[in-house]
C-alpha cells in the first residue's frame, strides 16, 4: 500500500546530474514504494531545482535501516566538523 509520506525542505548546494552540476534549491523525502530498488518500502530522496526542469534532478532510494545511518552518519560528521572549526 502507498503510504504518500512526502516532506519537501528547501537546502542549498550543488548536485550532479545527467547533464552535469547543478544548483540545488531543495529535496523532496518520500518514505513509499520505491522505483528502482528491491525494497517494499524505501526513503526515497529527490534532490532537485525545479527551476531547471527535470534534468535538475539527483535520486536516491535507501533502505530504512540505511536511511537511518546515513543520517546518523550525517550529524556525526557535522559534530566532529563544528569541533574542528572550534578548535580553529
Excluded: K
Excluded at 517494499?40 to 534534468?55: C, E, M, R, T, Y
Excluded at 535507501?62 to 580553529?88: D, K, M, N
Amino acid at each position: 500500500m502507498c503510504t504518500n509520506i512526502v516532506q519537501t525542505t528547501p537546502l542549498a548546494g550543488v548536485g550532479r546530474g545527467a547533464q552535469g552540476w547543478f544548483t540545488l534549491t531543495s529535496a523532496n523525502v518520500s518514505y513509499d514504494h520505491p522505483f528502482h530498488a528491491n525494497y517494499d518500502h524505501a526513503l526515497n530522496i529527490d534532490f532537485v531545482n525545479p527551476a531547471q526542469g527535470p534534468a535538475a534532478r539527483v535520486a536516491v532510494e535507501l533502505s530504512p535501516e540505511s536511511a537511518r545511518q546515513l543520517a546518523e552518519t550525517i550529524l556525526a560528521t557535522l559534530a566532529e566538523g563544528a569541533r574542528y572549526e572550534g578548535a580553529a
